[in-house]
């Protein structure tokens, strides 16, 4: 993320303006630091990440600040007096920009810009590359950085020719010569800058003389030039040498010591930054002391796992198999035994009786919409319930219109269909018809009763136009449903019944849920007067309930011994569990 | 010319699409209150729209799943040998359904595939309630003490043995389920109504816009 420099809005990477206010996020020219080369804002004075100075010494470029760097150009022509500085050189030394060309050796006069050599932190280094008059005045212009600038007058010394000239030059104008260096005849090179002789013999290889031209051999810059030390300075540095110092064993420099010291002064120019004020606390040097300790402290065996906590994952792992067992045992037995105990000892809830008393009031060829609402995964309680309801329905010879708002409900409905009007004798499409699956969601009954029928709907086993079935003769419009029957293996479908048909169209409505369902039907159920479920079933023990209402026993109180048995399988697994609970307690004491 | 297109490009995304659902929402939603020959005709119109989208949805979701698990096999991803098999019975059961949903193929599938293991997963609940009953239905406190007790009232209120062993434990079961239960998800039903109330308010004043993808809403 890039934040806005104006307003501080977060943007995308590589955003180019801002999306919250439209400043540009990429400044126009960014300085570039010339030590390390990062990216700085282009009103940064020192490099983010090195702490290098990107502008001169005194800010931008001043009609004072030239007089500034001449001034520290002086004191360095002052070490040099005879050596010719041509005024390109000394532009380059006067335009901040040049810092960035520290790196290039033919333009390192800019180590002698004012703002590179204001950042050279320590002075002793600086002392190895100018004059002590020179490290003086740099000295000062740090000291003045805010200061006005230095006047001639104030120094008290002649400013050279070439200066005054370059001073009448405007800075636009100066004219592009190429560059000139101060050339030096063979024997006035310095000792200390002689080529040692297999160096040279090795360059005489390489770049044979051409007989009849002169080359010229030593060409030395001015920037090298105001690097040798005085006869006075060249003791001093002698004196200052460690006996230590590595000296230089090959190349121009062999021979010479402390020629790598410059290098740091060269290419790092840091500022060591103040330190912030530091304090601590008594719990910090306990904290500190602890830490020190710890990290100090032999590293410790790994921790062996204890023969207990295996024999107790056996154990857990174990007593949920016996669990598991005694469930299977608690299901399968009843059924391999056929026992029919629980049918002499079941009942009928209120909610049951309700729902039996409102298919038994029906007229005899009343027609009743049915919404097979559910998947298979709740099959098991579900069909029994369906299976008993329709069994009912068709005993009170109605005509029965299924449809679903699951997509496997329709096939699961199809086949109790196929099951129970075998029986009694009812065929489809006269007596039954299933008009499959109906898309809509959350607004898919809405859209069932609104219109209803619709010619064009097809039914699920044919494929044939719902118009072209004879039942279709019984229904004119939604008034004509004179109950709706729902099971809903979840309570969404069953609230989506209630909202949008039940509730506006005030058609009487039963329902057939799943026991999870339950505590979200009931309050339906129990409503005051305006009871929105007439009737209500719930789970395979509602089935169960059913088919003992009817005085027809079938699968459901069938399986009512299987369910017993894991009831009370259940619940004396808790009373089981809390007795070892409390064992274990009073063991750990 | 950019803050011109930065204009219609907001509309088109936000402002657009908020018109139109506040309009057809408050349509529907004036539909339900007034019965209105017009309105009730645009209503109709509207939901039977929904019915219609949800239709290409399914198809889009199909289209989705078998995109995703192309890609999953042509990058050898993870897992990669299942989303054949995903694949080739999804084209399978697509193929044998275009004939119509109650195709011998397709009804044989239903009943030997789909049909046995989704009971047979919803049947693994009756072996982890067990054994969660037994590890976690614990005495510590007056609130534990409660549900357990109401747990197992209900357990065996629920089935004839309970009848069996007293008359108490089926009326007990009764009264926990028709009163502190009715009372309890009564609450939440009015809470789950209010909370729609409001979201049907701040969807209509454009408050929060669940259409509008990234950025939809302004809280």
Known sequence: MIDCPNCGASNKEESKFCGNCGQPLVAASEMVCPMCGTENPPESTTCSQCGARLVPLGGPPSEEQPELVEEEVAAVEGVEEEEVVEPEEVEGVLEPGAVEDIPEPEDVEGILEPGAVEDIPEPEEVEEILEPEAVEEVAEAEEAEEAPAVSEGELGEPIPPWLEKLKELPAEETPEEPKARVRLARAELPEWLEIPPDFEDMLSEVAPTVEGEELERAEIPSWLEAMRPGEAEEDAIAAEEPEGAPAESTGLLRGLKGTLAIEPALTIARRAKPLPPFSFSAFDVDRAQTFARVVKEPGRAKAKIVGPRRVEALAATTLRWIIYLIISIAVAVPILLGSNWAAANMGATAPTVAMYDAIEGLDEGAVVLISHDYTPGVAAEMIPQAEAVLNHLMERQGRLINISLTAEGSRLAQQVFEEVAEAHGYVYGEDYLNLGYMVGAEVGPRSIVEGFPRPTWTDFVEQRPFSEFPIADYVGSIEDIELIVEFAGGPEFLRLWLEQVQGPYQLPMVAGVSATADPFARPYYHNGSRKQLQGLITGLVGAAEYEWQRGQPASALASMDSQSLVHITIALLILFGNVAYFIGKLRKG | ?219
């Open chain 2, 1 to 219: 010319m950019r803050r011109i297109v930065n204009a219609i490009s907001i509309g088109m995304k936000r402002t657009i699409p908020m018109s139109i659902a506040i309009a057809i929402g408050s349509l529907v939603l004036i539909d339900f209150f007034f019965d209105e020959r017009h309105i009730n005709a645009l209503g109709g119109f509207f939901v039977d729209s929904v019915v219609i989208i949800v239709a290409f949805a399914l198809l889009l979701g199909l289209l989705n799943v078998l995109i995703v698990h192309f890609r999953r096999i042509g990058r050898r991803q993870e897992g990669w040998p299942y989303s054949i098999f995903l694949v080739a019975i999804a084209l399978v059961v697509v193929v044998a359904g275009i004939s119509g949903p109650e195709t011998d193929i397709v009804t044989w599938i239903f009943d030997n595939v789909q049909f046995p293991l989704q009971a047979a997963i919803f049947s693994l609940l009756a072996f982890y309630v067990a054994t969660a009953a037994y590890r976690a239905f614990r005495f510590r406190s007056f609130e534990s003490i409660a549900f357990i007790l109401a747990a197992v009232v209900v357990l065996l209120g629920q089935v004839p043995i309970g009848r069996y062993l007293s008359d108490l434990l089926p009326a007990a079961k009764e009264w926990i389920l028709d009163v502190p239960a009715t009372a309890g998800v009564r609450g939440i039903i009015i809470g789950v109504a209010l909370g729609t109330i409001a979201t049907g308010v701040r969807v209509l004043m454009g408050f929060d816009r669940p259409y509008g993808g990234e950025e939809s809403s302004d809280q």
